[in-house]
Structure formats: structure tokens, C-alpha cells
């Protein structure tokens, strides 16, 4: 289970960089556009939006976006994260997204969902890291 120090998250600041990318998103095939915006154990906030593809299968989702943002910006960890659809609306992060914010997640990272503000844990329970993948001797 994500144990750790919780910061004080601020919630509509977040909200708001997710509609901004939002507005920068590149969806001309799905019309779906998708804003992301999370922060980082530093203060940061770090964001992404979807960029789609003719093949539709190279598209990248917003969390793509924002976790190369998160390195660019100098690295870290995720410590909260909120996702957004073109109307403002909350969206959850689809199963490859969440493995994809599972692997940088600051410990106790908060996800704002559709039920309200969940865990890591459980929006992505018994999920496989970076821990499993260490040589055992």
C-alpha cells in the first residue's frame, strides 16, 4: 500500500492546468480531447494532452505527455493527478495510463476520480513496479 508524507493538494489549481492542456490537445480524429495536470513532490505542476494519429494506435494520451513534461522539468515524483475530458469533466486514466502513473508516483499519490479524490492503490490494486523486477538472490 502507497504509505508516505500527503502534501496539501490544490485541487482547482490542478483542475485548471488540466483544462489549459486540455485546450492544447490534438484531437482531430476522435474529437476527444484529454487534458492531465499532476504535482510534483517538489510543488511542481507538470501537464499533458492527448496527441492522436492517423494511426490511431501511435496516438499518445495526455499521461504520456505529461510524464515527459515531469522529466524535462528536472524529474521527480507524482504526488497528485487530475485528468480531464473537453468539457471539464473528470476522467479516470485508462489501464495503461495508470501502470504508466504507477511507475512515477511519489509514495501516497492521490488521483482525483469520477468517486472523488483514491489512492494509487486503489485505482491500480496489486499493480506490478519496478520493485518486481529486481534480481532476488
Known amino acids: 500500500m502507497d504509505t508516505g508524507h500527503q502534501q496539501d ?4 489549481a490542478l483542475e485548471q492546468a488540466a483544462k489549459e492542456a486540455m485546450e492544447r490537445a490534438y ?3 476522435s474529437k476527444f480531447p484529454v487534458g492531465a495536470a499532476a504535482l510534483t513532490e517538489d510543488g511542481r505542476i507538470v501537464s499533458g494532452c492527448n496527441v492522436e494519429n492517423a494511426s490511431y ?3 499518445l494520451c495526455a499521461e504520456c505527455a505529461l510524464v515527459g513534461q515531469l522529466h524535462m522539468s528536472g524529474g521527480g515524483r507524482l504526488a497528485a493527478f487530475y485528468c480531464v475530458d473537453g468539457q471539464g469533466n473528470i476522467l479516470m486514466p485508462c489501464g495503461r495510463c495508470r501502470q504508466l502513473l504507477y511507475e512515477f508516483r511519489a509514495p501516497g499519490m492521490q488521483l482525483m476520480t469520477t468517486q472523488g479524490i483514491k489512492s ?3 485505482v491500480l490494486p496489486d499493480a506490478f513496479g519496478p520493485e518486481h523486477l ?3 538472490t
Not at 493538494?9 to 482547482?12: E, F, K, Q, R, T
Open 9 to 12: 493538494v490544490d485541487w482547482p
Open 27 to 29: 484531437a482531430p480524429y
Open 120 to 122: 494509487m492503490d486503489q
Open 134 to 136: 529486481e534480481e532476488t
Open 57 to 59: 494506435g501511435l496516438t
